[in-house]
């Protein structure tokens, strides 16, 4: 069995936004700790792994069960949240379905088909990063959206008192620096001075549902995978983009 | 110009 209440549908909404942009499909490992799921995107640039503690949840019943779910379904329902709704997860092994239910003045029930995907053997690698950023989310959200005017790409560069998001177009270029003291930057860890470039449509994707008040770990190398982590209505998110190399 | 590489290729690489 597996039945689980969300306080907010809006916030788990923001949760499928962001993985529905790079994923088609995903497979929810669900177990009495929670629920986690991890794939890579059709293209095999970028991987997404996302973890869902028991403990986001208001009520959580669950033994083992992989619920395979077509994303571009499961985000369609979840665009028609209301502000106050509860969200309810339950699966129906019956009729071999995810029921999605918002609870509000009345019950509003989808029944989403079960796909027949099992469990990514991909899982987030563990690699060291000699450089680790923490940022408020919406400062980084809102440099890569400047670098998206003149360029497909950005460059993120790390040394031990800055960091930079820079995009260089055939005419004209971008620079934010965020210098280790200001109000953007929690921490700033650099061991190695790096300097990588990352496709911009892949990373802005990643930081879909970040608002202000989120913030964003950057794990950096050079020609590493940038690793991005954050958590969103108590799930925790971990995404990894292949860099572009010279 | 730089390429753009693949995760798989990556983790092989390593």
Redesign the interface.
């Known amino acids: 069995m597996f039945r689980g209440v969300m306080e907010s549908a809006k916030e788990f909404k923001k949760v499928v936004d962001t993985v529905s942009t790079l994923l088609d499909e995903i497979c929810f490992e669900v177990d009495e700790e929670g629920i986690k799921a991890s794939a890579?995107d059709p293209?095999?640039?970028?991987?997404v792994s996302l973890e869902i503690p028991r403990l986001a949840f208001e009520e959580y019943e669950a033994d083992s069960h992989e619920i395979g779910i077509d994303l571009e379904a499961f985000k369609k329902v979840m665009n028609r949240a209301k502000s106050k709704d509860k969200l309810i997860l339950e699966l129906d092994e019956e009729k071999n379905k995810l029921n999605i239910i918002f609870e509000n003045t009345g019950k509003r029930k989808f029944s989403l088909a079960l796909l027949d995907l099992s469990a990514s053997s991909v899982k987030v690698?563990d690699i060291e990063y000699p450089n680790v950023i923490m940022i408020k989310g919406d400062a980084f959200k809102e440099a890569l959206k400047d670098a998206d005017l003149f360029s497909d790409?950005v460059i993120l560069k790390a040394d031990e008192d800055k960091f930079v998001v820079h995009a260089k177009g055939d005419l004209n270029d971008f620079n934010a620096e965020f210098e280790k003291d200001s109000s953007a930057i929690i921490s700033l860890e650099v061991k190695e001075e790096t300097k990588s470039?990352f496709?911009l449509d892949y990373l802005m994707d990643m930081v879909k549902g970040v608002s202000s008040g989120d913030i964003i770990k950057i794990y950096l190398g050079n020609d590493?995978?940038v690793k991005l982590e954050y958590s969103l209505a108590g799930v925790n998110l971990t995404f990894?983009l292949?860099?572009?190399?010279? | 110009k730089?390429?753009?590489?693949?995760?798989?290729?990556?983790?092989k690489m390593r």
């Open positions: 890579m293209s095999h640039v970028a991987l690698p790409y470039a496709n590493m995978p990894l292949a860099p572009r190399i010279e | 730089s390429k753009q590489v693949k995760l798989s290729d990556f983790f």
